[in-house]
């Protein structure tokens, strides 16, 4: 009789834990979060007005899930486009996974991605291979967010630090190594530099910020950096740190170091950044404004209906206020044969975040919006995506 | 008379049992045994997926896999190789080791032996419950609390004992994310687990054996060193074999904490190195299938060692005699 | 009472050898406590480490000095040991207290209702707001996926082993079993992604891919603690089942598995308090979602510790809130899993063991 009930109790068990599973499940979970904190009604205020009147907001709604994922660099931006995008658009849902923008193109790839956000245009193999998920067409970069690589320090006593590029690459490639190097003086008359090491501080996973970095070392200071431009890390020592919000957070916690990384984060963790002699009348600091100065030189390379742009006369510029460090952030779908069933919602989408309306969320963010002539032609090859 | 009884009662159940062999019997019999083969069918086929992936990554490697400091499948031609990996993982689970048993074991002596009673049933508790914390939680404190704690140690042991090269810190300002610090990370996560095991261990340990000795006149510690210990080690050595087991593999908290670079460094104090399971999911987002299968085979790698240390603990604890009611 | 014990030894030359007071390890506690400040205030030493490791090592050298002079050498090593155990367990205590009360302290301010009932749908990570809702519906999920695959197919493993396992077959069964329980998990998942790979020709991004890495992760554990309780059950209950003509899988049903139901069901609570907290697989396989979604067959899902990780990734302050919050939401699942597993082995312990 005992072992009767005995028995029991192992079915008891396994429906107890179905049950509070279940319990949970219908309790009262929400997506909606416009409300829940005062920090944010304050930023929805603003996109309630074009929740209400969606045509007002020029969004024009789909619907449906899609999933996307890549660049760190412009997680903020997608967030709040996503944001934006979802209160104005019931029944759609955008799930932009913040990773790399290597990891992103190998998603989108694989055909798990509806678009994927990429710090660098595709190099032709990854091309060739995006055939493969794009029926009778090809993967295209189509630029979206523009924006400064800030050089972040942490040098207690030093907060006006002038380098350029001839430094920088030198700095980053082991040859300066320490903050009262001579270089460094010659560009910061006045500063009293110490004598610490430097610590320079690298993106350990493949980054298309990396890759833009040493673009511009490339293209600017070729004498000083013997690498090829890459998204994995070239050069020898220095430490290396996860996401560019590893890299930020190990230059705050560390004396004497340098790292790079988008805007917003030197501003969200108060991180001082390097203002950059390029030969202007005075140093160039990491604004989203000198940025777009800077990324007002970019031109198309691509072939249309591909977008990619030649930023290689940012780097050198020599132009008042325009900030060298630029990257520009690249949305990558099929020109043709794009699924089926997200095709809709990603154009829908797309065709936001290219508008005049979705690009002037841009600064709020810390980006840069495109020039217009650039804007122009990504909402031709939007509105082309088939 | 009585001696020749018992024989026949115990196989006639089971030969009853064979001979009324009735449906319910051999279709639950078949059940279980068809789990037991299920069970071996997952297994070859993990066996033989990773073993298919990881050798036909390793033969287009241009480097030595064995050798080569560099993970760098994504280069044409692709060059990629386990050393910083295998050296990263041996070393912080040594450092992990080194810290964790000897403390393990003075916790499960303290809790047996050295507690006050009412205090040692609930610490014993605690720990148990310790056992089960996330390993992310780990790294998620390893990550944010640790490392900025651990830079005071670093530079104190680079003070004192910087002139025995491996407490060396090359760069006294680097922040404290080295294979040193996951090591320790990993020795404070194993600890739960060793200890449980260990205490269990030498609950088991026959009272006479100690009353004996203290009968003797022996001090608690001799009471401890002649009889619990000899008799726990087996046990002993096999939770640090688990534990080890469990720092070997250990991913998110290496992950969180450790500064991975393809250098590989004496100077456990330098923020460089890297561990087999860090590797993969560091690097799993970029690869793509060729990478995979690079990241595959150096998964492959680690599972061997871990095999190897797992099963060395399994030979010691079968080693003792193993009580069992039912097929003794 | 040690010093009662070497009393007693007839060895002795006197009945009563010399002995310390009671009152002399916290005398000579203080003694170096003292000592260690003032060595350290006198050498400049900044670290308050530095002179906390001064008094441990003052303490254990002046108590074996002391002892061995008064109460001779055997004693004296006895000291010594005392105060190493006593301070491996205050080393391992200092580290494990600090996770529990970092975790707490930093969790609780953001743990509350709006916490554990928004997902991070819409939410600006660098804002404060959202929540883990979502995570946790995916760590239910994929956790009760894992274990309806895993639990029943380890039982009857167990049950093999235990009942019918002989031969060849067994020994490999055990033999693998072993092997399965040292699999790491991250080699999990890269096995689950392999195979979705060629079945499916794409990356999984669902939350059951998830929970079939957890189910093999989980399937040895729950091997193991099965065997361990069913080899506790006595043979004469066997025995006398099969001998009132009751068929051996009635049994082993209705006779032996009820017995040993207590630790067979701590056991498969423990082995999901512990992929509970699996993150490794996660990552690679459910994609993560920062909005609800209860299907875990199709669509990207979230779970806690893949939570964790995310927010730890992002890289600014209000995200780590969200991460401490979700660690103590985290380990708050998994102890009370832990604790109705202890419970109900207490209550349900197998009397017939011994």
């Given at each position: 009789?005992?072992?009767?009930?005995?028995?029991?109790?192992?079915?008891?068990?396994?429906?107890?834990v179905a049950?509070?599973?279940a319990?949970?499940?219908?309790a009262?979970?929400?997506?909606?979060?416009?409300?829940?904190t005062p920090?944010?009604?304050?930023?929805?205020?603003?996109?309630?007005?074009?929740?209400?009147?969606s045509?007002?907001?020029?969004?024009?709604?789909?619907?449906?899930?899609?999933?996307?994922?890549?660049?760190?660099?412009?997680?903020?931006?997608?967030?709040?486009?996503?944001?934006?995008?979802?209160?104005a658009?019931?029944?759609?849902?955008?799930?932009?996974?913040?990773?790399?923008?290597?990891?992103g193109i190998?998603?989108?790839?694989?055909?798990?991605?509806?678009?994927?956000g990429s710090?660098s245009p595709?190099k032709?193999?990854?091309?060739?291979?995006?055939?493969?998920?794009?029926?009778?067409?090809?993967?295209?970069?189509?630029p979206?967010?523009?924006?400064?690589?800030?050089?972040?320090?942490?040098?207690?006593?030093?907060?006006n630090l002038?380098?350029?590029?001839?430094?920088?690459?030198?700095i980053?490639?082991g040859?300066?190594s320490?903050?009262?190097?001579?270089?460094?003086?010659?560009l910061?008359?006045?500063v009293n530099?110490?004598?610490?090491?430097?610590?320079?501080?690298?993106?350990?996973?493949?980054s298309?910020?990396?890759?833009?970095?040493t673009?511009y070392?490339?293209?600017?200071?070729?004498?000083?950096?013997p690498?090829?431009?890459?998204?994995?890390?070239?050069?020898?020592g220095?430490?290396a740190?996860a996401?560019?919000?590893?890299?930020?957070?190990?230059?705050?916690?560390?004396?004497?170091?340098?790292?790079?990384?988008e805007?917003?984060y030197?501003?969200?963790?108060?991180?001082?950044?390097?203002?950059?002699?390029?030969?202007?009348?005075?140093?160039?600091?990491?604004?989203?404004?000198?940025?777009?100065?800077g990324?007002?030189?970019?031109?198309?390379?691509?072939?249309?209906p591909?977008l990619?742009?030649d930023?290689?006369?940012?780097?050198?510029t020599?132009a008042d206020?325009?900030?060298?460090i630029?990257?520009?952030?690249?949305?990558?779908?099929?020109?043709?044969?794009?699924?089926?069933?997200?095709?809709?919602?990603?154009?829908?989408?797309l065709?936001y975040?290219?508008?005049?309306?979705?690009?002037?969320?841009?600064?709020?963010?810390?980006?840069?919006p495109?020039?217009?002539?650039?804007?122009t032609?990504?909402?031709?090859t939007i509105?082309?995506?088939? | 008379?009585?001696?020749?009884?018992p024989?026949?009662t115990?196989?006639?159940p089971?030969?009853?049992a064979?001979?009324?062999s009735?449906?319910?019997?051999?279709i639950f019999?078949?059940?279980?045994r068809?789990?037991?083969?299920?069970?071996?069918i997952?297994?070859?086929?993990?066996?033989?997926?990773?073993?298919?992936?990881?050798?036909?990554?390793?033969?287009?490697?241009?480097?030595?896999?064995?050798?080569?400091?560099?993970w760098?499948?994504?280069?044409?031609?692709?060059?990629?190789?386990?050393?910083?990996l295998?050296?990263?993982?041996?070393?912080?689970?040594?450092?992990?080791?080194?810290?964790?048993?000897?403390?393990?074991?003075g916790?499960?002596?303290?809790?047996t032996?050295?507690?006050?009673r009412?205090?040692?049933?609930?610490?014993?508790?605690?720990?148990?419950?310790?056992?089960?914390?996330?390993?992310?939680?780990?790294?998620?404190w390893?990550?944010?609390?640790?490392?900025p704690?651990?830079?005071?140690?670093?530079?104190?042991?680079?003070?004192?004992?910087g002139w025995?090269?491996?407490?060396?810190?090359?760069?006294?300002?680097?922040a404290?994310?080295?294979?040193?610090?996951?090591?320790i990370?990993?020795?404070?996560?194993?600890?739960?687990?060793?200890?449980?095991?260990?205490?269990?261990v030498?609950?088991?340990?026959?009272?006479?054996?100690?009353?004996?000795?203290?009968?003797?006149?022996a001090?608690?510690w001799?009471?401890?060193?002649?009889?619990?210990l000899?008799?726990?080690r087996?046990?002993?050595?096999?939770?640090?074999?688990l534990?080890l087991?469990r720092?070997?593999?250990?991913t998110?908290?290496v992950?969180?904490v450790?500064?991975?670079?393809?250098?590989?460094?004496?100077?456990?104090?330098?923020?460089v190195?890297?561990?087999f399971?860090?590797?993969i999911v560091?690097?799993?987002?970029?690869?793509?299938?060729?990478?995979?299968d690079?990241?595959i085979a150096?998964?492959?790698?680690?599972?061997?060692?871990t095999?190897?240390?797992?099963?060395?603990?399994?030979?010691i604890?079968?080693?003792?005699k193993?009580?069992?009611?039912?097929n003794? | 009472?040690?010093?009662?014990?070497a009393?007693?030894r007839?060895?002795?030359?006197r009945?009563?050898?010399?002995h310390?007071?009671?009152?002399?390890?916290?005398?000579?506690?203080?003694g170096?406590i003292?000592?260690a400040?003032?060595i350290?205030?006198g050498?400049?030493?900044?670290?308050?480490?530095q002179?906390?490791?001064?008094a441990?090592?003052?303490?254990?050298?002046?108590s074996?000095?002391?002892?061995?002079?008064?109460?001779?050498?055997?004693?004296?090593?006895?000291?010594?040991?005392?105060?190493?155990?006593?301070?491996?367990?205050?080393?391992?205590?200092?580290?494990?207290?600090?996770?529990?009360?970092?975790?707490?302290?930093?969790?609780?301010?953001?743990?509350?209702?709006?916490f554990?009932?928004?997902?991070?749908?819409?939410?600006?990570?660098?804002q404060?707001g959202?929540?883990?809702?979502?995570?946790?519906?995916?760590t239910?999920?994929?956790?009760?996926?894992?274990?309806?695959?895993?639990a029943?197919?380890g039982?009857?493993?167990?049950?093999?082993?235990?009942e019918?396992?002989?031969?060849?077959?067994?020994?490999?069964?055990?033999?693998?079993?072993?092997?399965?329980t040292?699999?790491?998990?991250?080699?999990?998942?890269?096995?689950?992604l392999s195979?979705?790979?060629?079945?499916?020709?794409?990356?999984?991004?669902?939350?059951?891919?998830?929970s079939l890495?957890?189910?093999l992760?989980m399937?040895?554990?729950?091997?193991?603690?099965?065997?361990?309780?069913?080899?506790l059950?006595?043979?004469?209950?066997?025995?006398?089942?099969?001998?009132?003509?009751?068929?051996?899988?009635?049994t082993?049903v209705?006779?032996?598995?009820?017995?040993?139901?207590?630790?067979?069901?701590?056991?498969?609570?423990?082995?999901?308090?512990?992929?509970?907290?699996?993150?490794?697989?996660?990552?690679?396989?459910?994609?993560?979602?920062?909005?609800?979604?209860?299907?875990p067959f199709?669509?990207?899902?979230s779970?806690?510790?893949?939570?964790i990780?995310?927010?730890?990734?992002?890289?600014?302050?209000?995200?780590?809130?969200?991460?401490?919050?979700?660690?103590?939401?985290l380990?708050?699942?998994?102890?009370?899993?832990?604790?109705?597993?202890?419970?109900?082995s207490?209550?349900?312990?197998?009397?017939?063991?011994?």
């Open positions: 009789m005992k072992l009767q009930r005995k028995s029991g109790l192992r079915a008891l068990t396994v429906g107890a049950i509070t599973g319990l949970v499940l219908s009262c979970g929400s997506d909606d979060n416009s409300g829940s920090s944010n009604s304050a930023s929805s205020s603003n996109s309630a007005s074009s929740g209400t009147g045509n007002a907001a020029g969004i024009s709604c789909a619907t449906g899930k899609l999933l996307s994922s890549g660049s760190t660099a412009q997680q903020n931006a997608i967030e709040s486009w996503v944001k934006d995008y979802q209160q658009c019931s029944g759609a849902t955008i799930n932009y996974k913040p990773s790399s923008s290597g990891e190998i998603d989108f790839n694989n055909g798990t991605d509806a678009f994927a710090d595709l032709p193999e990854e091309v060739a291979k995006s055939k493969s998920v794009c029926t009778g067409g090809t993967g295209i970069n189509i979206m967010v523009g924006g400064p690589i800030a050089v972040g320090y942490n040098l207690p006593g030093v907060n002038v380098l350029n590029a001839s430094t920088l690459a030198k980053f490639n040859k300066i320490t903050w009262n190097d001579q270089a460094i003086k010659a910061n008359p006045g530099l110490p004598s610490t090491k430097i610590q320079s501080v690298h993106r350990q996973d493949d298309g910020t990396t890759d833009n970095l673009k070392f490339k293209g600017a200071a070729p004498a000083d950096w690498y090829e431009h890459a998204k994995a890390w070239a050069a020898k220095g430490q740190a996401k560019s919000a590893g890299v930020a957070a190990l230059v705050k916690q560390t004396e004497g170091s340098i790292g790079y990384f805007l917003s030197a501003t969200a963790s108060q991180i001082p950044t390097v203002k950059i002699n390029t030969g202007a009348a005075a140093p160039v600091e990491a604004t989203t404004a000198n940025a777009s100065a990324i007002a030189q970019a031109k198309v390379k691509g072939t249309a591909d990619a742009l930023l290689s006369a940012a780097y050198t020599k206020n325009a900030y060298p630029v990257l520009v952030t690249y949305e990558i779908a099929c020109d043709k044969g794009n699924k089926a069933d997200t095709l809709a919602l990603t154009k829908s989408f065709n975040i290219a508008s005049d309306a979705g690009q002037a969320k841009l600064t709020d963010a810390g980006y840069a495109l020039p217009t002539a650039i804007a032609q990504v909402r031709t509105s082309a995506l088939s | 008379m009585t001696t020749t009884a024989p026949p115990t196989p006639e089971h030969r009853v064979r001979t009324v009735r449906p319910g019997d051999r019999a078949g059940m279980a068809g789990s037991g083969i299920l069970l071996l997952v297994m070859a086929a993990i066996a033989l997926f990773l073993t298919v992936r990881a050798v036909s990554a390793i033969s287009k490697d241009h480097g030595n896999f064995l050798t080569t400091f560099e760098t499948p994504s280069l044409n031609p692709p060059v990629f190789g386990i050393a910083v295998a050296y990263g993982t041996v070393v912080s689970s040594v450092i992990a080791m080194a810290i964790a048993v000897p403390i393990a074991i916790i499960a002596l303290f809790i032996h050295y507690a006050p009412r205090l040692g049933g609930p610490i014993a508790y605690v720990i148990d419950l310790l056992a089960a914390v996330p390993s992310i939680v780990y790294g998620l390893g990550a944010l609390f640790l490392v704690h651990l830079r005071g140690v670093n530079l104190w042991l680079d003070d004192y004992f025995t090269y491996i407490f060396h810190k090359q760069d006294p300002n680097s404290a994310r080295s294979l040193f610090t996951v090591g990370l990993l020795a404070i996560m194993i600890l739960p687990i060793i200890t449980n095991v260990s205490r269990e030498i609950n088991q340990v026959p009272k006479m054996h100690e009353e004996a000795a203290l009968a003797l006149g001090t608690r001799e009471v401890i060193r002649l009889s619990v000899p008799f726990a087996s046990g002993i050595i096999s939770a640090s074999m534990g087991g720092a070997l593999g250990e998110m908290a992950a969180t450790l500064s991975a670079s393809p250098v590989l460094s004496a100077r456990i104090l330098d923020p190195g890297g561990t399971s860090q590797n560091a690097k799993f987002g970029e690869a793509d299938d060729f990478g995979r690079a990241l150096s998964g492959l790698v680690l599972f061997l060692i095999l190897l240390v797992n099963g060395a603990a399994r030979m604890i079968q080693r003792r193993e009580y069992s009611g039912a003794a | 009472m040690d010093a009662k014990q009393s007693g007839p060895a002795s030359p009945l009563a050898s010399r310390l007071p009671r009152w002399s390890p916290p005398a000579i506690a203080a170096a003292v000592a400040v003032a350290g205030a050498a400049g030493l900044s670290s308050h480490i002179w906390g490791l001064i441990l090592a003052l303490f254990v050298a002046g074996y000095a002391i002892t061995a002079r008064v109460e001779g050498r055997r004693q004296a090593r006895n000291r010594v040991a005392t105060s190493l155990v006593w301070s491996s367990f205050i080393l391992a205590v200092i580290p494990l207290y600090s996770l529990v009360e970092t975790t707490i302290s930093k969790g609780a301010g953001i743990v509350d209702g709006t554990l009932s928004h997902s991070m749908n819409n939410v600006l990570t660098i404060p959202g929540g883990v809702y979502h995570a946790i519906i995916g239910l999920e994929q956790v009760g996926i894992a274990t309806v695959i895993a029943p197919l039982m009857l493993t167990a049950i093999y082993l235990v019918y396992g002989k031969g060849r077959l067994a020994k490999w069964v055990t033999f693998f079993v072993d092997v399965m040292g699999i790491p998990s991250i080699v999990a998942g890269l096995f689950i195979v979705w790979f060629v079945a499916f020709n794409k990356a999984p991004a669902s939350g059951f891919a998830g890495a957890l189910a992760l399937m040895p554990v729950v091997v193991r603690s099965t065997e361990e309780m069913l080899k059950v006595p043979n004469e209950l066997r025995e006398a089942s099969l001998a009132l003509g009751v068929p051996k899988w009635r082993t209705k006779v032996v598995l009820p017995t040993a139901v207590g630790g067979i069901t701590t056991g498969i609570m423990l082995a999901i308090a512990r992929i509970a907290g699996e993150s490794a697989p996660i990552a690679l396989l459910v994609f993560g979602s920062a909005a609800i979604n209860t299907n199709k669509d990207p899902q779970s806690l510790p893949y939570y990780f995310e927010q730890y990734n992002n890289g600014n302050q209000p995200s780590y809130d969200r991460a401490w919050g979700a660690a103590l939401v380990i708050a699942f998994v102890m009370i899993l832990n604790l109705i597993a202890r419970l109900i207490r209550w349900k312990a197998p009397k017939a063991g011994r």
